[in-house]
């Protein structure tokens, strides 16, 4: 068993008792000065250092950066996903609907993971048990989180249906290792969204799969945001995939927030010297025959 697929299953299995999304007081994810570090009996290593952003009602943050760039150590970090040790979040806070999430109980964050902040972990492959049917871990994500569900089977086949798997009723009977890369991760999806939730942090959803399908994804993104109102995190590491798709932009780099605005502002005005190099990195067509820009000092 993968240590993506422990983290996904720890992350899905809680509890969630209504089907309808939770009525917050305010639809906001606030997160203020969050700082985490990696400590071992050797060194200390700032990850994150001092991040803040917001994610409004119905709005779409991508965070950019080089891997290694703290984007998805920040991600993880918002429902404490992070193994601690060796991971301490050292300063900071994460706020939902004005409640600090980081505060909450072992108990209450179960019930936090999935019924209101969903993910979509990186490569599907690894992500999903590969000796479990599609309909087995589907089942298992809506029998924690919506016990009230009399049909698992047929919400399955729903949400799979949703998610623009063809023929659910008998994907739904498939393992992970008879589904396409696209495919599996259209499953994920269809894993988070199934909880109903109100936020969805979607980690290099696209890694790993084609282009072709890598627009697909984002295109599927883009339509049940519409159609579900929910927020969506983008981590990316792809200044080309969110043109259109994200309302604002994250930028970060060795662990500090470089850059934080409106998407299209900071694709045609970047401010930060960074965030003019990522963008000239993006290969264009028709730019005839040049060498690419590259950065050369990366993220450690």
Same mark, same amino acid.
């Given at each position: 068993? &993968? @240590?993506?697929w422990?983290?996904?299953?720890?992350?899905f299995?809680?509890?969630?008792?209504d089907f309808?999304?939770l009525?917050?007081? *305010?639809?906001? %994810?606030e997160?203020r000065d969050?700082?985490?570090?990696?400590?071992s $009996?050797?060194e $200390?290593?700032?990850?994150v250092d001092s991040?803040?952003f917001?994610?409004?009602d119905?709005?779409? %943050?991508?965070?950019v950066?080089?891997?290694? &760039?703290?984007k998805?150590?920040t991600?993880?970090a918002?429902?404490?996903? @992070?193994?601690e040790p060796?991971?301490c979040?050292?300063?900071?806070?994460?706020?939902?609907a004005?409640?600090s999430?980081?505060?909450?109980s072992?108990r209450?964050? +179960?019930?936090?993971?999935? +019924?209101h902040?969903a993910?979509?972990?990186?490569?599907?492959a690894?992500?999903?048990?590969?000796?479990?049917?599609?309909?087995?871990?589907?089942?298992? *994500?809506?029998? +924690?989180?919506?016990?009230?569900?009399?049909?698992?089977?047929? $919400?399955?086949?729903y949400?799979?249906d949703?998610v623009g798997?063809?023929e659910?009723?008998?994907?739904?009977?498939?393992?992970?290792?008879?589904? &396409?890369?696209?495919?599996?991760?259209?499953?994920m999806i269809a894993m988070?969204?199934c909880?109903?939730p109100k /936020?969805?942090?979607?980690?290099?959803p696209t *890694?790993a799969?084609d282009?072709t399908?890598?627009?697909?994804?984002?295109d599927?993104?883009?339509?049940?945001?519409?159609? /579900?109102g929910?927020s969506?995190i983008?981590i990316t590491?792809?200044?080309?995939i969110?043109?259109?798709?994200?309302d604002k932009?994250a930028?970060?780099?060795?662990?500090?927030l470089?850059?934080?605005g409106?998407?299209?502002?900071?694709?045609s +005005?970047?401010?930060?010297?960074y965030?003019r190099?990522?963008?000239?990195?993006?290969?264009r067509?028709?730019?005839?025959?040049h060498?690419?820009? *590259?950065i050369?000092r990366? &993220?450690p």
């Open positions: 068993m &993968s @240590l993506l422990s983290c996904a299953r720890f992350f299995l809680g509890s969630y008792k309808a999304p009525e917050l007081k *305010t639809e906001m %994810l997160v969050l700082t985490v570090k990696f400590i $009996e050797e $200390e290593f700032t990850a991040v803040s917001t994610v409004a119905g709005e779409t %943050l991508a965070v950066g080089e891997s290694g &760039s703290g998805s150590v991600a993880l918002l429902t404490r996903l @992070l193994p060796p991971a979040i050292s300063g900071g806070d994460v706020r939902l004005g409640e999430v980081l505060a909450k072992k209450a964050l +179960r019930e936090i993971r999935g +019924r902040i993910y979509i972990f990186q490569e599907p690894t992500s999903l048990n590969p000796v479990f049917s599609i309909y087995e871990q589907l089942a298992e *994500t809506l029998r +924690r989180h919506r016990p009230e569900v009399k049909n698992f089977r047929e $919400e399955a086949v949400w799979l949703q798997i063809r659910p009723d008998k994907r739904i009977r498939d393992y992970p290792f008879q589904l &396409s890369g696209g495919m599996q991760q259209r499953v988070a969204l909880t109903r /936020f969805l942090v979607a980690d290099e *890694t799969l282009v399908v890598q627009r697909q994804i984002l599927l993104f883009r339509e049940l945001k519409l159609r /579900f929910m969506i983008l590491h792809n200044f080309g969110i043109r259109g798709l994200a932009v930028v970060m780099y060795r662990g500090k470089l850059e934080f409106e998407c299209a502002a900071v694709l +005005r970047p401010r930060h010297p965030t190099a990522l963008i000239d990195c993006v290969p067509l028709g730019a005839g025959l060498r690419l820009k *590259t050369e990366s &993220s």
